[in-house]
């Protein structure tokens, strides 16, 4: 069984800066493709960032194209999201997923992952 934990929110100002962690419990990480979505109060999942099995694809939201960037340290079974510029709206819970296909391009879709962290919360104060 797979497990992920991720780490890394937190309370901060507008145009501040954060980054997440994801550490996953699998031998195999290197197979897998990682994604990061979010889900804010009383609205869906929504996905945000993810990265293929080798880092050398990457998919991102159009709402965070820019300012956000995925990657990923298979020595450490980590996944990072590195968030800049943060607005109010990017407020919410993150989890992060692994997609347990070997795939070139990272899946976009909550439904294609298989494995799911308990998740850390954002807060961006305006």
């Known amino acids: 069984q797979v497990q992920l934990v991720e780490s890394g929110g937190g309370l901060v100002q507008a145009g501040d800066s954060l980054r997440l962690s994801c550490a996953a419990s699998?031998?195999?990480?290197?197979?897998?493709?990682m994604g990061w979505f979010r889900q804010a109060p009383g609205k869906g999942r929504e996905f945000v960032a993810a990265?293929?099995?080798?880092?050398?694809?990457?998919s991102y939201a159009d709402s965070v194209k820019g300012r956000f960037t995925i990657s990923r340290d298979n020595a450490k079974n980590t996944v990072y999201l590195q968030m800049n510029s943060l607005k109010p709206e990017d407020a919410a819970v993150y989890y992060c997923?692994?997609?347990?296909?070997?795939?070139?391009?990272?899946?976009?879709?909550?439904?294609?992952?298989?494995?799911w962290g308990q998740g850390t919360q954002v807060t961006v104060s305006s």
């Open positions: 990265i293929n099995w080798s880092g050398g694809s990457t």
């Open positions: 997923a692994l997609d347990p296909r070997r795939t070139l391009s990272p899946a976009r879709n909550a439904y294609e992952y298989s494995y």
């Open positions: 699998t031998r195999t990480f290197t197979l897998y493709t």
